[in-house]
């Protein structure tokens, strides 16, 4: 189990720019959920994927936000046209859909600063 | 609109002191209760959770947690801290037949030896 590992850690971009982030979740995962954590909150839910369908978008992820999981492997998720309040912590998780009791195993995030 | 309510935003305790922390959620269905922790630099992981059965769960580090329906809460218990307990420490709720954990809003742990 080598986790959930995130692309980069930081990303400080100047407002209008466009950023991708990566995700790799845990090979044998099912499911990749994104998270936004700001200063002082809980994960907030963006959205999931079981395999490569995404299945359910929050209604925090404006049009901006796009998310894939091309092959249901790793994910990406791009913000187009960033505002300084998209400046957050971006959580992935993954999660092995079918086992019973299976928890979500976050990765260290990537943390965008728009400027 | 489903939430969690995590009572105490920071907690400052000495070393050997006991803990708890409180967490309650707003769902009437049934649920599933996960508590996090994030150690600082760290990733979140799971420190215990509940699905069924006893509602007195054990976690790893010493951490133990009781559900009581009736009270739609789930608060987290350790009877001497350490300070390598140091950390943010997050409540999350999954209604059952919803795909997504719901958090609340943390609540940061200061031990000081």
């Known amino acids: 189990d080598t986790g959930v590992s995130q692309d980069p850690r930081h990303k400080i971009t100047k407002r209008g720019q466009n950023v991708t982030f990566r995700c790799d979740p845990i090979?044998?995962?099912?499911?990749l959920y994104w998270y936004r954590q700001t200063l002082g909150q809980g994960p907030e839910f963006l959205t999931y994927?079981?395999?490569?369908?995404?299945?359910?978008k929050s209604r925090l992820l404006s049009d901006r936000f796009s998310a894939e999981r091309p092959k249901g492997s790793f994910s990406t998720l791009e913000i187009q046209r960033t505002e300084q309040g998209d400046s957050a912590m971006y959580l992935c998780?993954?999660?092995?859909?079918?086992?019973?009791?299976?928890?979500?195993?976050f990765g260290n995030g990537t943390r965008l600063t728009v400027t | 609109a489903q939430s969690v309510s995590q009572h105490n935003h920071h907690v400052i305790l000495s070393e050997a002191a006991s803990l708890e922390l409180g967490c309650n959620y707003s769902?009437?269905?049934?649920?599933?209760l996960f508590w996090y922790v994030q150690y600082p630099g760290q990733h979140l992981q799971l420190l215990l959770k509940?699905?069924?059965?006893?509602?007195l769960v054990k976690g790893i580090k010493g951490f133990e947690a009781e559900f009581i329906k009736s009270k739609f809460s789930f608060n987290l218990r350790k009877p001497s801290v350490q300070w390598s307990d140091t950390a943010e420490y997050f409540c999350?709720?999954?209604?059952?037949?919803?795909?997504?954990?719901?958090f609340g809003a943390g609540t940061r742990l200061a031990v000081h030896p």
């Open positions: 994927f079981q395999n490569e369908a995404q299945l359910e």
């Open positions: 999350a709720v999954k209604p059952v037949g919803y795909n997504k954990l719901i």
């Open positions: 998780a993954s999660s092995a859909v079918g086992q019973s009791l299976s928890p979500l195993h």
């Open positions: 090979s044998e995962h099912n499911r």
């Open positions: 769902y009437g269905g049934t649920v599933n």
């Open positions: 509940y699905f069924s059965g006893d509602p």
